[in-house]
């Protein structure tokens, strides 16, 4: 039950707007970072998993408030842990994909990246048994440099992508790019609807709030105020998260004292934060909103310009 000041306040913040979530599922051992500290996909079999029970903490969160969400599932978990996927999908939720193997796009070429667009999705809709119809890349991977994969994506008949970044980072973003959603064209002409995490707008820069570890770093109102702001603009928010990040209990990998602060600040409280979300605001997946995202998208944007 919601607390009627609780309550309140969602509904004075976010009036009709129904927020957008989602979920990268994949293991710990499998992010960016580990594989930067020399962690190996020949050697992904020797980690004990611990994916299943955090994605149950997750789906328990999302039953608890009437939520549901898409999840961006790795193929080598639609391989090696169906279990998993069956239950996300026996839930309720929108499977949708986020590669096989965790490259970074930058280390694909467009035909290993329609190879791994087409295996990950006839994977995931036998799982399923629902059509497969976004995507997000490893790592918010699809950066000017990359834009070829907007193209590769249309051609493959995906209908949405979820991973351009409008921020500077060392590793990822197109700190030019829209905040809001709208249709992404690649340097051949292929468009998508490409559905950008969650920013604010501040000092002349866009600031990342909308999930992962600045998610865990910020305090949660400060994202619970960007998706009030979002909301009275008459947009949707759209926050991210791993089910690794509700699981403080994995192991430690060996890595360098920064990547590992940002892998692992505020892992106790992310279960937390995020079921403080769902008190105050609707959520639901990205897919099944799609005829209304497109209404509401902000125009084209070109990606792969020099
Ligand atoms: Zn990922």
Do not use: C
């Not at 629902?130 to 995906?158: C, K, M, N």
């Not at 949660?220 to 209990?249: C, F, N, S, T």
């Amino acid at each position: 039950m919601t607390p009627p000041q609780e309550h309140a306040e969602a509904l004075a913040g976010s009036g009709d707007v129904v927020h957008l979530l989602s979920f990268d599922v994949e293991e710990y051992f499998q992010v960016e970072a580990a594989a930067r500290s020399g962690v190996r996909r020949e050697d992904w079999q020797g980690f004990a998993t611990r994916l299943g029970p955090s994605v149950d903490r997750v789906l328990q969160a999302l039953a608890d408030h009437q939520a549901s969400a898409t999840f961006f599932v790795l193929g080598w978990v639609a391989q090696h842990e169906a279990d998993v996927v069956r239950r996300i999908a026996a839930a309720g939720h929108e499977i949708a994909s986020h590669g096989m193997e965790h490259r970074m796009l930058q280390h694909l070429t467009p035909d290993q990246f329609r190879r791994e667009l087409l295996d990950s999705r006839r994977m995931l809709e036998d799982l399923s048994g629902q059509p497969v119809i976004g995507y997000r890349a490893p790592t918010f991977s699809i950066t000017h440099d990359t834009a070829w994969a907007l193209d590769v994506l249309a051609e493959t008949g995906y209908r949405y992508d979820s991973s351009v970044f409008p921020i500077h980072h060392d590793r990822y973003g197109v700190p030019d790019a829209p905040r809001g959603i709208h249709r992404a064209v690649g340097p051949t002409g292929g468009g998508v609807l490409e559905v950008p995490p969650l920013t604010l707008r501040f000092a002349g820069t866009n600031w990342p709030v909308g999930g992962g570890g600045y998610l865990r770093l910020l305090p949660v109102r400060v994202v619970g105020r960007a998706l009030k702001k979002a909301a009275r603009q008459g947009r949707p928010g759209m926050i991210y998260l791993h089910p690794w990040e509700l699981d403080p209990g994995q192991p430690v990998l060996p890595m360098p004292r920064l990547t590992r602060f940002r892998h692992r600040v505020g892992l106790r409280r992310t279960e937390a934060k995020l079921r403080w979300l769902l008190r105050r605001f609707r959520f639901t997946g990205i897919g099944r909103r799609l005829d209304s995202l497109l209404e509401q998208a902000d125009g084209a944007y070109h990606y792969g310009r020099p």
